[in-house]
Every structure is written in C-alpha cells, then in structure tokens.
C-alpha cells in the first residue's frame, strides 16, 4: 500500500505545552477546529485541547531521537493494554465484595498495575532529563523577550489559589481577557508546561500560548534531508526505502453535544430549576454530560454556555417562567 503525506494545518498560536513538545520531541502543533469552525485553542474549549488533546504519551520515534527508552504509557495505549493505577482496583474492593474468583482476577490485574506504575515512575527520570534542556531554553526565550507569550491573568499567585477564588467570585476563567505577558514575568520553577500555565508566587497565567511562527524561528528543529519522495498532486509519496516508517495518527476529540445542552438548560428554565447559582449549574452539567454521554467537558467550556442565560435571567433562574 502507497504511502502518502500530505500537508497539515499549523495553528497561529499554541499553547505552552506544544512548544516544549516541538523542542524536545520535534512534535508539530496541529490546527484542531471546534464544532464551530474555529481552531479550540481561540474558543472555550482550550480547556480540553489542554487537558485531552495535548497527548503527552511520547511516541516510540519521538522518544528514540531523544535517546530515552520508550514511554510505557504510549506502549500500553498502542498495544491496547491496561493503564489503570492500582488505586483503581483498591477503590473498587472497597466498594463490594466480591466472589472469591472475581477477587482473585482483580488482586491479578492490581499486581498487574502495580508493576505497570513502577514503569512509569521509573521512565519519568528519563523523560525529566529529556525535557531539562529544551524547557530551559524555552524559558531563556520568554524571560528575554525572544519568544513571546500571551496567558489569561487570574487572582491568585498559584493555580489552587486562583481556582478558590474563582469559585468564590462564581467566574469562569474565560471571564478574564488573553493579555501580553511581560518578560519579567517568568519563572522557570513556576512553569506547568502540561498545564500551559505559569506563576511566579505573586501572578499565575493560564492558557498560556505564544506565536507558532515565533516558536519555528527560535527553534527549527533538526533537519534530516531524505530522498525518494515524489510530489503527486498536492501530495507526497513515500518511496518503499521510506515507506516502512511509522505514521503517527492524529487522536481528536470529537465535538460535544451542546445542541442537547441547550435544550436541556431550555428545559430547567421552564420547570423553575436552574440553580439561581452558576456554579451549581456549572455541576449539575457536568454530572448531566458523563451520565448522557460519558464525556466530561470542563467547568470554563459550560459555564461560557451558561452565561447568556445567567446574564439575562440573572438569579431568576429558579423561578418558574411562563410562556
């Protein structure tokens, strides 16, 4: 079978994450587009790009041209093996038990789990010397000025103080406007590249995302010339010395159901029962989407949904409405 390679969207911009990616792993950051046509990372549903389509499990090229054994996690996702921790397994006698054989098959798979997170931990020494280098040279970038960085600036000087103060103030993190970050801000203690967010014990950053164009300049990568490709149309084609490398599948998520949403929160209006809080409504959806449809959408992408009802009916929301 031929094997084609075609050219990809890159986004403007990508998050934190996805820089520190391209320098270590030489992973190209992807356009990902929502359900409305624009690419996540400039809608409400950054949060999941971040928390989901961000796949941190290194691939086997990846981690063979960092010179680092291969990540366990991406093994067990390719070989579709369990990746469970044995926290799972205790969690789950706790809460029946069960027949003796069945309690036999799962003190086999914890035993399992066990081994596999011994794996795990172990390989996270190679993935910290991995990444040392190139998050060190990602930060010199930020602090000089080189590379720079936009983020949404929350109160709080941490990620869990920001959060309780959210809360709090009943906000969505959505609620605070995509600003400049200087470069005297950063921290390289303070960086969460998984989380593309940064603080520095007075101010915290999330979604913290920096020019892709900016980031091909600072950091092209290693260029390794090939022969044997040819150009079909808008297409290349590998020639059988090429042809046996691997092809990495791209993993999206598919977009979420917000027309039932809408439909739903249409519903609880007209019997009076949207909490008169947002973030209870906020919790009640989450709940509703993993029961409905096994999807867990986060707290910033349904209370940006919320909004427009909130702001009009305001703590109404309650109260039985006619019509």
């Known amino acids: 079978m031929p094997v084609f390679l075609q050219p990809v969207n890159v986004p403007e911009r990508c998050f934190l994450g996805e820089v520190l990616l391209w320098v270590a792993f030489q992973r190209i950051p992807l356009s990902l587009y929502g359900h409305e046509g624009r690419d996540v990372r400039d809608t409400t549903e950054a949060d999941e790009l971040i928390a989901k389509n961000i796949e941190w499990e290194i691939t086997d090229e990846e981690t063979k041209r960092a010179g680092i054994?291969?990540?366990?996690?991406?093994?067990?996702?390719?070989?579709?093996?369990?990746?469970?921790?044995?926290?799972?397994?205790?969690?789950?006698?706790?809460?029946?038990?069960?027949?003796p054989d069945e309690r036999l098959r799962?003190?086999?798979?914890?035993?399992?789990?066990?081994?596999?997170?011994?794996?795990?931990?172990?390989?996270?020494?190679?993935?910290?010397?991995?990444?040392?280098?190139?998050?060190?040279?990602?930060?010199?970038?930020?602090?000089?000025g080189q590379l720079g960085s936009t983020g949404r600036l929350l109160p709080g000087g941490n990620?869990?103080?920001?959060?309780?103060?959210?809360?709090?103030?009943d906000k969505d993190i959505f609620d605070f406007p995509v600003v400049s970050i200087p470069g005297a801000f950063w921290s390289l203690s303070g960086i969460d590249f998984q989380e593309s967010s940064a603080g520095n014990g007075s101010k915290f950053y999330c979604h913290v995302a920096c020019k892709t164009a900016e980031m091909f300049a600072l950091f092209p990568g290693e260029r390794v010339p090939i022969t044997g490709v040819e150009r079909v149309g808008d297409s290349f084609l590998l020639n059988d010395a090429n042809r046996n490398r691997p092809i990495q599948s791209a993993r999206g998520r598919p977009a979420y159901p917000w027309e039932p949403f809408h439909l739903e929160v249409a519903a609880l209006l007209q019997r009076g029962e949207?909490?008169?809080?947002k973030e209870a409504a906020i919790q009640h959806f989450q709940t509703w989407f993993e029961a409905n449809f096994g999807i867990e959408p986060s707290r910033a992408a349904i209370g940006e949904r919320l909004k427009p009802y909130y702001d009009k009916f305001g703590k109404r929301g309650g109260q039985k409405i006619s019509g």
């Open 274 to 277: 949207l909490p008169s809080k």
């Open 69 to 99: 054994p291969p990540d366990p996690e991406y093994r067990a996702l390719v070989e579709d093996r369990p990746s469970l921790r044995p926290s799972f397994y205790d969690d789950l006698l706790k809460q029946y038990d069960p027949a």
């Open 159 to 169: 990620m869990d103080e920001a959060w309780d103060l959210l809360r709090q103030q």
């Open 106 to 144: 799962i003190e086999q798979e914890r035993a399992s789990a066990a081994v596999f997170e011994r794996e795990c931990e172990d390989w996270q020494a190679h993935y910290r010397r991995a990444i040392e280098f190139p998050a060190s040279q990602i930060f010199v970038a930020l602090k000089g």
